[in-house]
């Protein structure tokens, strides 16, 4: 297909009709572990399922394509790219990552570095002072994440970028929440994009998987033979459900990210809520860097309530189109509780200096009406700005209690 399409094409049609056997317009499935030698030296284009599968190559083109890279790897999962990615720095290289970056992250990197594999020093990137001092150190790799999770913090890639490569660094940037329809760091100067296809790629909430896409053609043939050598490779079916999911990648983005808009408005409106962090809101500090960077707000917000533990246990159990779930990006709306859920590992003190309190919300902004999705919010929320402010939780209580008694029935 011609490089000039656009990218909505490019996600629709990429690989479709391209079956030299059948003709089969939506890409065939290709199961086999193993691959037949058409003779004696003569290897075909794929031998083995680890070290190569025609469904992964499909999703890496395309997907290359749309984030404006050269080559990409599929990967099992998001944290198998990180991995692989942090595979690429030399024994106790230095690699600096955003303070309030993705939980397994920071994780993988502290167990790499408590082993001396790594060298790491964990900055707020909007602090361009401590970021020189820590790049002036010698810095192999940088770790850009935005919007951040759970804050949706934005980090102007651009600017940070240039300010690492000056310093010899290599940028990596994990596009997990955007996607390529909303946001393309390599254009804004990264090496690297990383993705956790488990979120807004596949989009469906039923493939875990990842990819580690490069602006340059040797890196991605480096990098894909390295995750040959660790079998990190990920499935053929995980990446024949991913292409598919991607086809509607442009069009979802859209529609959730315009509902997602309007929950916010809703939200920052409501007298329960102290505070809604959504880059969509001009009121939200990346406001302008995100309009700037990205070509639309995304689908994730969180927001903070005006009361403590009861109300947001309260207010969570109420919900009835959201589901309290872990992950996003999916075509159902999910809310979680950082605190307890995906940043429970984390620890309060932590937390606390990177300003997740008890009383922060996350919400995923599926397919849902936008309607259904803010009454459901406004009836969870809605006792607790009508009662009088000290018998709030016990009015939330009692209705859950009726709301309960009712399903029942
Ligand atoms: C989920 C996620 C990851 C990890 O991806 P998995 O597919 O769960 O391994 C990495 N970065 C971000 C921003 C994520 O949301």
Not at 82 to 92: G, H, M, Q
Not at 106 to 120: F, M, P, S, W, Y
Not at 173 to 184: E, K, W
């Amino acid at each position: 297909m011609a490089e000039t399409l656009k990218p909505e094409t490019v996600a629709a049609a990429h690989g479709v009709a391209s079956d030299s056997a059948f003709g089969a317009v939506s890409p065939p499935l290709h199961l086999s572990t193993t691959f037949a030698f058409e003779g004696y030296e003569q290897a075909r284009a794929y031998d083995y399922g680890r070290a190569g599968n025609p469904n992964r190559t499909m999703l890496a083109e395309a997907l290359a394509r749309l984030e404006g890279g050269a080559g990409a790897v599929i990967t099992c999962s998001g944290m198998a790219a990180i991995d692989l990615l942090v595979s690429t720095v030399s024994p106790s290289g230095r690699i600096v990552a955003p303070h309030d970056c993705y939980g397994g992250t920071l994780r993988l990197l502290k167990a790499r570095a408590a082993k001396a594999q790594i060298e790491l020093a964990i900055v707020d990137l909007n602090n361009s002072d401590n970021l020189d001092v820590e790049l002036q150190a010698g810095t192999e790799l940088l770790l850009i994440e935005t919007p951040s999770n759970p804050l949706m913090r934005i980090v102007d890639v651009a600017a940070v970028a240039q300010r690492a490569k000056a310093a010899g660094a290599k940028v990596a940037v994990d596009n997990t929440f955007l996607s390529p329809a909303l946001q393309r760091p390599i254009a804004l100067g990264a090496d690297y994009v990383i993705h956790s296809t488990t979120k807004y790629l596949n989009g469906h909430s039923d493939v875990i998987g990842g990819a580690l896409v490069t602006a340059d053609a040797e890196d991605a043939a480096s990098l894909g033979a390295w995750a040959n050598v660790v079998g990190t490779t990920g499935s053929p079916f995980d990446a024949w459900l991913t292409l598919r999911g991607m086809r509607t990648l442009f069009a979802r983005m859209e529609r959730q990210q315009a509902t997602a808009a309007r929950v916010a408005q809703f939200l920052a409106e409501h007298d329960a809520v102290q505070r809604v962090h959504y880059p969509g809101l001009a009121t939200h500090p990346g406001h302008a860097v995100a309009a700037r960077q990205q070509s639309g707000f995304g689908a994730m917000l969180s927001f903070e309530f005006d009361g403590g533990t009861p109300i947001v246990k309260s207010f969570l159990e109420a919900l009835q189109v959201f589901t309290l779930a872990e992950s996003l990006g999916g075509v159902e709306s999910l809310a979680a509780h950082p605190a307890t859920m995906t940043h429970a590992d984390m620890g309060a003190d932590a937390r606390r200096v990177a300003g997740i309190g008890d009383n922060l919300i996350r919400l995923s902004i599926g397919l849902e009406h936008a309607d259904d999705l803010i009454d459901d919010l406004s009836r969870a929320l809605g006792p607790v700005s009508e009662a009088a402010p000290l018998c709030r939780y016990e009015e939330l209580a009692r209705r859950e209690n009726e709301r309960r008694q009712d399903s029942r029935t």
